[in-house]
């Protein structure tokens, strides 16, 4: 494990790498944003340009990088209830005393939607096959699913809203599913801790369709809809303040199975809060990060169930991995 000072001066709630994992991005408490590139000795560094501060009014909660189709964009939300996009510009040129000198990279705020009433607490962009679009999850119970009207100005976002909450219920997660041959969905968690499948169809009236998975019996800490290559089925994982992960197994199609089994959960008690849960690039390994100062990954072995296979820590030594 390589461990490194980030350089924000309070807490950092969130750090996402870019798609191809040479790049990471992280944001504090301190409303500030960093980008962080590895070099050539496995290092991270910030080039110029690459830190900026007072990025919100508030506590940044979460970041999400844009698929490298539409160039280096970021956008990142915040308890000042907006979303913001950001695009890096890099080489600048700029002039000066008639002539021409190479300017400094820097990341461009293109757009803030402000379409919020309370604090925006996940947000999350579609798969590429999607368009340009980012689904962003609010306290006050809505998700706005924003699209580029113009992926090359990036000003311009129309939103959709979904009204997920129920009396005062917030949401606080939200993932796509990545799959180009199922319907376009998300899917959610809430403040009560409920669980949400939202899956759109054009020839539906209304157009988006839910569905309930099993809840958590206190608030959804985070969601992440697992890559699926090659299963018969979905996979989900959340994770809540009742110390519970949940691995939610969705049937592909309700022809497959009758309803009461078209969905199953698999629940993991833990003995410390877990804040975050993200799958691998295949969906098979799911890590697992919280208060026990470990991220522990977990697998499913011969029998259906999830096993924590290895831990990793910055606080090993020379040797960070258990298994």
């Not at 000042?80 to 000198?101: G, H, L, M, P, S």
């Not at 706005?144 to 979904?162: K, S």
């Not at 089994?261 to 390994?285: C, H, L, P, Y």
């Amino acid at each position: 494990a390589i461990r490194f000072a980030t350089n924000h001066v309070d807490f950092v709630n969130d750090i996402k790498y870019d798609y191809y994992g040479k790049r990471l991005a992280t944001c504090s408490s301190d409303q500030s944003i960093t980008v962080w590139d590895s070099n050539e000795n496995g290092d991270w560094v910030i080039k110029s340009g690459c830190e900026w501060k007072n990025a919100h009014q508030s506590i940044i909660w979460r970041l999400a990088w844009a698929h490298p189709e539409y160039g280096p964009i970021i956008a990142s939300c915040s308890s000042d209830r907006t979303v913001k996009i950001w695009e890096e510009q890099e080489n600048v040129r700029q002039f000066k005393n008639d002539a021409t000198v190479t300017g400094k990279s820097y990341w461009d705020l293109k757009a803030q939607l402000s379409d919020s009433k309370k604090s925006v607490q996940d947000i999350d962009f579609a798969p590429c096959h999607l368009g340009l679009k980012i689904a962003a999850a609010s306290l006050d119970g809505t998700v706005r699913i924003y699209e580029a009207i113009d992926v090359m100005t990036l000003f311009d976002w129309m939103p959709q809203e979904l009204k997920a909450g129920e009396d005062g219920e917030g949401i606080t997660c939200v993932t796509w599913c990545k799959s180009e041959f199922d319907k376009p969905s998300i899917a959610l968690g809430t403040d009560r801790g409920r669980v949400q499948i939202w899956t759109f169809d054009e020839n539906l009236s209304p157009k988006w369709t839910v569905e309930d998975l099993d809840p958590h019996d206190e608030s959804v800490m985070d969601i992440d809809w697992a890559p699926n290559i090659g299963r018969r089925y979905h996979l989900i994982a959340s994770c809540g303040k009742d110390r519970c992960i949940k691995v939610h197994k969705i049937n592909r199609s309700i022809h497959e199975a009758p309803s009461n089994q078209r969905f199953n959960a698999i629940e993991m008690k833990m003995s410390d809060d877990v804040w975050r849960v993200e799958w691998n690039v295949t969906g098979t390994v799911l890590a697992v990060g919280g208060s026990s100062n470990l991220v522990k990954l977990f697998k499913m072995n011969h029998r259906g169930d999830w096993v924590n296979v290895a831990e990793v820590g910055a606080d090993y030594g020379s040797d960070p991995l258990r298994i």
